[in-house]
């Protein structure tokens, strides 16, 4: 095939080094363009892909520059919301009388339904056959939590409370500006899905779309979940009678600590996922190549070998 054996393997192995080092440049200059485009947008390898301006791009491909004007209109039109949007959250530890634990209980629950809440949680704990304090959670409109916490305060001796506010203003615009990027790049595939014209074309945009809604669904799911936490306040009451004190393991957050762990897996393992996907089309190719030489190798051998 090459001639002269030892010509045609010095060509093989040329071509083989030619290649490599095509795919080792390819490989670095994806990687410091993947990082220059982070730094200027400030967004991670998803939020770029579903960064409202990268919506733009997709749109004039398929609806034109009316599509462009639309979605820079959105961005533009994304800033601080015109409601605060702050979860509210409160601890409180009231001492009561000798054997009024569940009179407390009960003013505890007409706190709560006074304010338009309810009771969520409650654990109460027993002695000699009675009832000697507990730990109740309430939820109440945000604009009602200030009030709550004042009544809350009369039923017993306060020794210990609590208050936290937290500003979710930021990720709620975000989100909200996301999903609207999303639905728009929805409507395109759907619109696309009609006119495919063979099988490839319909898979191909069914994944595409697929993929865009299950985004959609995340980030619906994590705006509900703020909207709940906005919209009721959480009240953890801890009623404790005289001389008595908390239950071994009370106050420790080990459930919070325990959803923080699981957060922390999830997202490391979501990092991997990602890296793995940057760098597999490389590794494919690699081999591929690789698979090519030897195949070349092994018969420019058997040639020179008949």
Known sequence: MFGNSKKGKRTIVFVGLVLACLIVVSLVVGIFSGGERKKESGLSSDEVKENPVDGAKVDRNFKG???VSSNEEQVSNAGIPSVPKTIKTGSMQIEIGKGTYEEAYIRVSEVASGSGGYVSDSQSNSSNGRMTGGTITIRVPGDKFREAMKELKKIGKVTSVSEQAEDVGEEYVDL???IRNLKSQES??????GKAKTIEESISIQRELTNIQGQIEQLVGRKNYLDNRIDLSSITI???????????GEGWGFIEALKAAARNIVEGFNEILRFIGSVLPY?????????????LLKKEKRSSES
């Open 283 to 295: 590794v494919l190719l690699i081999a591929v190549l690789a698979l090519l030489v030897w195949y």
């Open 238 to 248: 801890t009623l404790l009678e005289k001389g008595a004190q908390p239950s071994p």
């Open 176 to 178: 909200e500006s996301r």
């Open 65 to 67: 520059d009316s599509a």
């Open 188 to 193: 395109v595939y759907l619109s696309l899905m």
